[in-house]
């Protein structure tokens, strides 16, 4: 079966750079969730999608800005890398609804800032 | 605000042990709760999921019931593997509204030995 696909899997970047992250949800799931993990974290939430807009926001810095196109696939872009920036990014995608939809995530893109 | 607490780790057993990693959580509503595995260096992978009280989540032999009156999930195994080896995360999803990002717990590190 298909699943999230995210690319690039690997990034390094250095300071105050901008990278963009990608992520292609499994067909036919409308909403898109990005979460960041830092090195032994549990996995934070950013912001999420629902038909291209955004549908919630948590702890997303400002320098970081996000989208869904029409094809429902979402891009992450952020600006002024800092060294704390550092971490796992992963996308999740889920049809949408009320309860219980399961989320399933992509492999995750490793950021390292330098 | 919707909060999980796991059980600290790290958990270390041996092969065929029975293995339980606690799991409770706080939310309003009727939130569908998870738990899902990250071996190294990978992604996360839903392993069950329950999505309103008493129900029974099960997948690879791993079980976790939804208990509303003690607000607990925890996974349990009968005898576990090496290939158990892993992190688990256990993870509530919130009801309506926008509220269906993931809230995850801490993460316990499992390492079974031969």
């Known amino acids: 079966a298909a699943g999230v696909i995210q690319s690039p899997r690997h990034l390094i970047k250095e300071k105050r750079e901008t990278a963009t992250l990608k992520c292609y949800p499994i067909p036919r799931h409308d909403t898109v969730y990005w979460y960041q993990q830092g090195p032994g974290q549990d996995p934070q939430f950013l912001i999420s999608f629902y038909e291209k807009m955004q549908s919630d926001k948590g702890s997303i810095p400002d320098r970081f800005s996000a989208q869904q196109f029409s094809d429902y696939h979402s891009e992450l872009n952020m600006s002024s890398l800092e060294l704390g920036d550092s971490a796992l990014y992963f996308c999740a995608s889920s049809t949408s609804g009320r309860g219980g939809e399961t989320q399933y995530f992509g492999p995750g893109t490793r950021l390292l800032v330098l | ?114």
């Open chain 2, 1 to 114: 605000g919707n909060s999980v607490t796991q059980m600290e780790g790290p958990v270390t057993l041996s092969e065929e042990a029975f293995l339980t990693i606690n799991c409770t959580y706080t939310a309003t509503g009727y939130p569908s709760l998870f738990w899902y595995v990250q071996y190294p260096g990978e992604g996360l992978q839903l392993l069950l999921k329950a999505t309103k009280a008493d129900d029974k989540g099960s997948n690879k032999g791993f079980e976790a019931t939804y208990r509303k009156e003690t607000t607990s999930f925890h996974l349990e195994k009968g005898s576990v593997q090496v290939s158990d080896s892993a992190v688990y995360f256990c993870a509530l999803r919130g009801s309506g509204g926008s509220n269906y990002k993931l809230t995850f717990g801490k993460g316990t590190l499992l390492t079974v030995n031969p």
